[in-house]
Nanobody, 133 residues
Framework: QVQLVESGGGLVQPGGSLRLSCAASGFTLDYYAIGWFRQAPGKEREGVSCISSSDGTTYYADSVKGRFTIARDSAKNTVYLQMNSLKPEDTAVYYC??????????????????????????WGKGTLVTVSS
């Protein structure tokens, strides 16, 4: 079965850290760009970070740059998102997705279009991150 499963979400205090995992089954994650996205209630879906397949280049939203780090572990067929110095505004459901380099990178380098999101082939069901004291 082709599947992406996120894990690692939970409740954390402001300033704390979490590591999210995106584990793939049924396909090899190395052949895809992987993006992390988030959506809070009543807000638009937002690109958080991605890593390319071609050369491992990483991209980050300005709001998380310097606090979040994306990494690929090929041996485990898993991509991680290390989140440090968490803020209440980071509260959201976090999703990982696999797609082409072209469309995934485009989401993070210009205002995303429907075509860009159509280039994402697989989506996980999400994991909830709540940052609150």
């Amino acid at each position: 079965q082709v599947q992406l499963v996120e894990s690692g979400g939970g409740l954390v205090q402001p300033g704390g850290s979490l590591r999210l995992s995106c584990a793939a089954s049924g396909f090899t994650l190395d052949y895809y760009a992987i993006g992390w996205f988030r959506q809070a209630p009543g807000k638009e879906r937002e690109g958080v970070s991605c890593i390319s397949s071609s050369d491992g280049t990483t991209y980050y939203a300005d709001s998380v740059k310097g606090r979040f780090t994306i990494a690929r572990d090929s041996a485990k067929n898993t991509v991680y998102l290390q989140m440090n110095s968490l803020k209440p505004e980071d509260t959201a459901v976090y999703y990982c997705a696999a797609g082409t380099d072209r469309h995934t990178i485009a989401i993070f380098t210009h205002t995303p279009t429907a075509e860009d999101y159509y280039g994402m082939d697989y989506w996980g069901k999400g994991t909830l991150v709540t940052v609150s004291s």
